[in-house]
């Protein structure tokens, strides 16, 4: 079983819609929690750290269910160029491997 | 600009030829991370380092794999006897602090642009 596993999709919406990935991980240990953007043969950037309930920042809201070993990426009012995959990321604490997930592709149509 | 940044961008080896990748950390970073990203996958954990120290080697692949960040800085992925399975991107991360620290300023990494390689 993979550390982190994420619906590869892809996800078509057109513009203005509200998506929502999720991603689960199976190491409760795990602690630190990161959601990547990447753009086609581009390096991953980091997009938001997911670190107690969640955060939100503009149109993107990350929540975290440690509860159910999940977290999750909200993209309100989606715009062309949030075109890309996303990556989940997962870290434990004094551990120094970082565990990324294959990626769910979002496509924003006009 | 003052980001990651690695070199050769792209690098076609026949197979059995030996190879080597640079990443230039950004300076100042502490940790320096190796991933290997193969199409259609998310990166796959290599390696760390912790300034000189390479304190996790446990994603190297193969023992034909070698990594060695000699003063602190940059850092240079060594495949021997390239394989076709070898083929993908190769990416290099650095981030502030030492990984597993508390807080956002220790944990994000920064990517260079990676290096494709493919093993004809």
């Known amino acids: 079983r993979k550390e982190v596993e994420q619906d590869p999709g892809p996800f078509n919406v057109p513009e203005g819609a509200t998506v929502a990935f999720n991603c689960t991980y199976s190491n409760s240990a795990s602690q630190s929690f990161f959601w990547y953007r990447q753009d086609c043969r581009k390096e991953p950037k980091l997009l938001m750290s997911v670190y107690s309930s969640g955060n939100e920042d503009g149109r993107f809201t990350a929540q975290l269910n440690r509860a159910s070993q999940y977290i999750s990426l909200l993209i309100r009012d989606s715009k062309l160029s949030d075109s890309a995959t996303y990556l989940c990321?997962?870290?434990?604490?004094?551990?120094?491997?970082?565990?990324f997930g294959s990626g769910t592709k979002l496509n924003v149509k006009p | 600009g003052a980001g990651v940044s690695q070199s050769p961008r792209y690098k076609v080896a026949k197979r059995g030829q030996d190879v080597a990748l640079r990443c230039d950390p950004i300076?100042?970073?502490?940790?320096l991370f190796w991933y290997q990203q193969a199409l259609g996958q998310g990166p796959e954990f290599l390696t760390y380092f912790q300034n000189e120290a390479q304190l996790d080697k446990s994603g190297l692949p193969s023992d034909r794999f070698f990594a060695e960040r000699p003063e602190g800085s940059v850092s240079t992925l060594k495949i021997q006897r390239t394989q076709q399975e070898d083929s993908a991107v190769y990416l290099c991360?650095?981030?502030?602090?030492?990984?597993?620290?508390?807080?956002?300023?220790?944990?994000?990494?920064?990517f260079g642009p990676g290096t494709r390689l493919t093993v004809l």
């Open positions: 990321v997962v870290n434990m604490y004094n551990f120094n491997k970082f565990y």
């Open positions: 300076s100042g970073h502490v940790s």
């Open positions: 991360a650095s981030s502030l602090g030492a990984a597993g620290g508390r807080g956002a300023s220790t944990d994000t990494q920064y």
